[in-house]
């Protein structure tokens, strides 16, 4: 009984070992993953890099300067145009405007100057106060887009300063819009 009792605590001991002991598994996060995630962070910071170079590559100095002082042209930030005598944003117009407060929001130190214009029908007098109030319901509606009014300043015109000089409706129809310019800081 002895042998016997001895065999047996010798197998439950060793069982116990058996069980008792598993092999420890870590789990390692593979390498190829942070690789990737560093690729595609080093990625992301290229692009930024890259659209605020072409941005800051797209700023010409306009000739004259507006009421904020100098004033930079930027081909990034497009105009909007208006239907004759009204200065409603027409809803082809919104999607610009988004865009140009995309570009705002990407770079929240930017300011800049939204210029009314019209085309030469009409009074001076009377396209001065149509440019302003164009160029006031372009900012209005950039800044409901979570642009600040600090940031935004508006300008009129009016039929001063055509950008097709021509005397016939599709001159008159390229005349008639809201101009963004940067301003300088």
Known sequence: MTKKSL?????????????????KTTMKEEPSVKKEEAAKAEAE????????????????????????????????????????????VRPQDAAILKE?????????????QIEGHCDE?????????????RANHAKNYIVSLGISPARVSTISYGKEKPLDPGHNEEAWAKNRRAHTVVTAK
């Open 7 to 23: 065999i047996i605590i010798f197998i439950l001991c060793f069982g116990l070992i058996m069980i008792g002991c598993p092999k």
């Open 45 to 88: 910071r290229a692009k930024e890099t890259k659209a605020k170079e072409q941005f800051e590559k797209s700023l010409v100095a306009e000739k004259t300067p507006g009421i904020a002082g100098e004033v930079f042209e930027s081909s990034l930030l497009k105009d909007i145009h208006f239907d004759f005598d009204k200065y409603d």
């Open 100 to 112: 140009n407060a995309a570009l705002l929001k990407k770079y929240p130190n930017l300011k800049v």
């Open 121 to 133: 029908r009409g009074t001076v007098e009377y396209n001065l106060a149509l440019g302003e109030r």
